[in-house]
């Protein structure tokens, strides 16, 4: 019987016929995955169960459309896994001659120098801005399919790298998936969509802790008013933590926001949960008197053995995921995701 990451025993995923159960069975093992192949089963168990229960043609079609975008997009994006990747967000609506427009291409530009990806929705305005500074070589479109929006732009059109979503939330996966580091420019209704999604995510401990850098010229206070409107009306009114915030960066400059980015990945690489202890992998492992100040100075997050040196886990060696790091264990609550962040900035200092 399967487990999870606690070790639960989950009952095995069944269609409710045998047959059909015992057929699904000889299709995996006729593909003759090296891994996963219970992932597979399961996923065509879904499948048929869906049938079978009598989902309509449009919901059908939903789930037909939805896996064959994330499909592709997963043929795509494997292809450079070794680089990392900033996703971009802003208006479609932004001219070239806006200043956040060019903000947006020097950053784009410098984040590329220092050998990161760009990912943008492949539209005009801010999306363009991305495409030009980054330049096709180095950049993804992620288009969305909308009457208001013609063709992808001049920068990623015709680039093999340009995918193609009916479904938004295909689309919004994607990016979160793919990006390492995230830049917001103003913009409108999508652009606040993403940007609190981003936080809800990360506030929740649904998506891993990533540098979110809100960013816009020098002349401009659109994120300036908008942090008002936050410590006002969520931290002023208990809505949030003022802890929140420190999963933010606002900055008026493109070189603090290349710095900012590229800091949070100078020690923390990337983290995993393991039987439901958070470990964190990075190149440096603090000394052991260091630990001990880190275990004291974040003890209102920590529990139980709190931030230990690990080996790798028998899960982590069978997936060779990172197998080239250090590893600390954090028994973390998981109620404080901004305090997590300072704990991984402080990781970032060794």
């Given amino acids: 019987m399967a487990r999870d990451s606690k070790s639960r025993v989950r009952r095995p995923y069944k269609t ?35 049938a079978r229960n009598e989902a309509n043609r ?70 363009a801005a991305g495409h030009e500074g980054a330049g096709a070589e180095h950049s993804f479109g992620a288009a969305i399919r909308l009457p208001m929006e013609g063709e992808a732009n001049e920068f990623i059109e015709g680039d093999p790298k340009l995918i193609n979503f009916k479904y938004f939330f295909t689309r919004k996966v994607t990016f979160l998936k ?49 942090l008002a409107f936050v410590r006002e009306h969520m931290i002023g009114r208990g809505l949030i933590s003022p802890d929140d915030l420190f999963m933010l960066k606002a900055t008026k400059d493109v070189g603090e926001a290349v710095e900012h980015i590229a800091r949070f990945y100078s020690n923390y690489q990337s983290q995993r949960y393991v ?15 260091d630990l001990a100040s880190l275990n004291e100075s974040f003890a209102d997050i920590l529990q139980s053995d709190g931030l230990r040196q690990v080996e790798a886990s028998a899960q982590e060696v069978r997936d060779e995921d990172a197998l080239d790091c250090e590893r600390l264990a954090v028994d973390f609550g998981r109620t404080n995701f901004g305090r997590l962040r300072q704990l991984i900035d402080e990781l970032n200092a060794y």
């Fill in 16 to 50: 409710g016929d045998e047959a059909i159960d015992a057929s699904i069975g000889e299709l995996v093992q006729a593909i003759e995955l090296e891994h996963d192949s219970d992932l597979l089963r399961e996923m065509m168990t879904a499948v048929v169960r869906m």
């Fill in 58 to 127: 449009g919901e059908l079609k939903l789930v037909s459309a939805a896996l064959k975008e994330f499909a592709y997009s997963f043929k795509i994006f494997k292809q450079y896994r070794g680089r990392r990747k900033v996703g971009i967000f802003g208006s479609a609506r932004s001219l070239p001659n806006d200043p956040d427009y060019e903000c947006t291409r020097r950053f784009a530009s410098a984040i590329v120098k220092e050998g990161w990806m760009v990912i943008t929705g492949a539209g005009p305005g801010i999306m």
């Fill in 178 to 226: 793919e990006s390492d580091a995230f830049v917001l420019v103003p913009g409108g209704f999508g652009t606040m969509d993403e940007a609190f999604e981003l936080l809800t995510l990360m506030q929740t401990g649904k998506s891993d802790l990533k540098p979110v850098v809100l960013l816009e010229d020098r002349d401009n206070r659109y994120w300036d008013d908008w």
């Fill in 275 to 289: 039987k439901g202890t958070l470990v964190l992998r990075v190149l440096r492992v603090p000394p052991e008197s």
